[in-house]
Structures are given as structure tokens and as C-alpha cells.
T-cell receptor
Framework: KNEVEQSPQNLTAQEGEFITINCSYS?????LHWLQQHPGGGIVSLFM???GKKKHGRLIATINIQEKHSSLHITASHPRDSAVYIC??????????FGTGTSLTVIP | GAVVSQHPSWVICKSGTSVKIECRSL??????MFWYRQFPKQSLMLMAT?????????EQGVEKDKFLINHASLTLSTLTVTSAHPEDSSFYIC???????????FGNGTRLTVT
């Protein structure tokens, strides 16, 4: 069993749709990361959060510590949002636990 | 914003040779750097964690003699794949943690192909 589970694995959406990607973890964490990997391989750290909610542009990340669950939302999705989104949990010992990723395709 | 530069972005080498990958934090001091490997269509796998001036901590199953990590300064870490074999072909990514509690930045990765 993976310490970090992501769903869905693949997601196709029409441009403009509201998108949610879910992440559940079973380990104690100090932070939860949402990463975006573009087709060329480059990775961008979208959010790092330990509680509550963060918003950046059309992206919103939430975390519920009690339920060990985090969500990444994309409002008004756009084809340029097409990428693989990875959830990763870290503990105070710098251990990383990665989800398997969600491949998002936004169709014009 | 903070930037991590990884070089080269791609490299092709012959079996038995060694390849060095550099990871530099350009505008911040990286207290800790991480090296990952990614197989096709899979998520990242942490290989090792390195702190400036000390030996890297390798994850279970990662050969420290094959994947040499040097973190010589607060802005530079290198990963050397020694005596490379075709099965070492992969996408290698570094990340660097700054001093802030929520500071983690990734390089663009290096695609290694061993022929």
C-alpha cells in the first residue's frame, strides 16, 4: 500500500471546467506538496501547505489534517493546465512520499 | 522567485563512462538538496538527501558507490552516475530547500540515455 494515494490517475476535462484532484496520505507529515510536471519533464512546486487552504490564481489547495486528505482545485481550466500533478508528503525527517500522479488533459 | 538550475538538461553517454549532473540554487542558499529519479510514466523516487558539507543520506536500494553525491557548497550539489549502464537511463531531478519553512524548488531535470 502506498503511503500517498492520488485520484484520479487520469482526467480529461473540457476547457472551462472546474477540476479536483484528491490526495490521501497515511503517514504523519510536516507538509504536503502539490507539484506540476509539464510534458518536457520540468517540475514546478505549486503549493506547500500544512493546514487550511492556499490560493494562487486559478489554483486552490486545501488540506484536512484530521482526515489526512488534500485536494487541488483548478477553476476555469485551460489547455495549458494539461500536465501531471503530483502530491507529495514530507515529514520532519525530510522523508518524501510521492503519489503516483494525475495526468490531466484539458481539451479546448 | 527562487530558481534552481540543473545542467545538463539531457546527456547521452556510452556504457562504462561516468556522467556528472549539477544542481545549483541561483538566488538562495540551499540548506538541503534532494535527488530524484523518474522512470517513464511513474512518479518521482527520492534517491538521496544531501546537506551542505556532510555525506548524503541514500534511500534504501540506491547504490551510494554508483550514484555519488557531492554537496560542496550552499548553492551546488552534484550527482555523478559512475560506470553507467543502459539501465541507468532515466530522468533525474534535483530539488533544493531554502531556509524558509515552505521553500522547495525543483530543477528542470536531466534526461540520461546510456547506450
Amino acid at each position: 500500500k502506498n503511503e500517498v494515494e492520488q485520484s484520479p490517475q487520469n482526467l480529461t476535462a473540457q476547457e472551462g471546467e472546474f477540476i479536483t484532484i484528491n490526495c490521501s496520505y497515511s503517514v504523519g507529515i510536516s507538509a504536503l506538496h502539490w507539484l506540476q510536471q509539464h510534458p518536457g519533464g520540468g517540475i514546478v512546486s505549486l503549493f506547500m501547505l500544512s493546514s487550511g487552504k492556499k490560493k494562487h490564481g486559478r489554483l486552490i489547495a486545501t488540506i484536512n489534517i484530521q482526515e489526512k486528505h488534500s485536494s487541488l482545485h483548478i477553476t476555469a481550466s485551460h489547455p495549458r493546465d494539461s500536465a501531471v500533478y503530483i502530491c507529495a508528503a514530507t515529514n520532519t525527517g525530510n522523508q518524501f512520499y510521492f503519489g503516483t500522479g494525475t495526468s490531466l488533459t484539458v481539451i479546448p | 522567485g527562487a530558481v534552481v538550475s540543473q545542467h545538463p538538461s539531457w546527456v547521452i553517454c556510452k556504457s562504462g563512462t561516468s556522467v556528472k549532473i549539477e544542481c545549483r540554487s541561483l538566488d538562495f542558499q540551499a540548506t538541503t538538496m534532494f535527488w530524484y529519479r523518474q522512470f517513464p510514466k511513474q512518479s518521482l523516487m527520492l534517491m538521496a538527501t544531501s546537506n551542505e558539507g556532510s555525506k548524503a543520506t541514500y534511500e534504501q536500494g540506491v547504490e551510494k558507490d554508483k550514484f555519488l553525491i557531492n554537496h560542496a557548497s550552499l548553492t551546488l550539489s552534484t550527482l555523478t552516475v559512475t560506470s553507467a549502464h543502459p539501465e541507468d537511463s532515466s530522468f533525474y531531478i534535483c530539488s533544493a530547500r531554502g531556509r524558509g519553512p515552505f521553500s522547495l524548488h525543483f530543477g528542470n531535470g536531466t534526461r540520461l540515455t546510456v547506450t
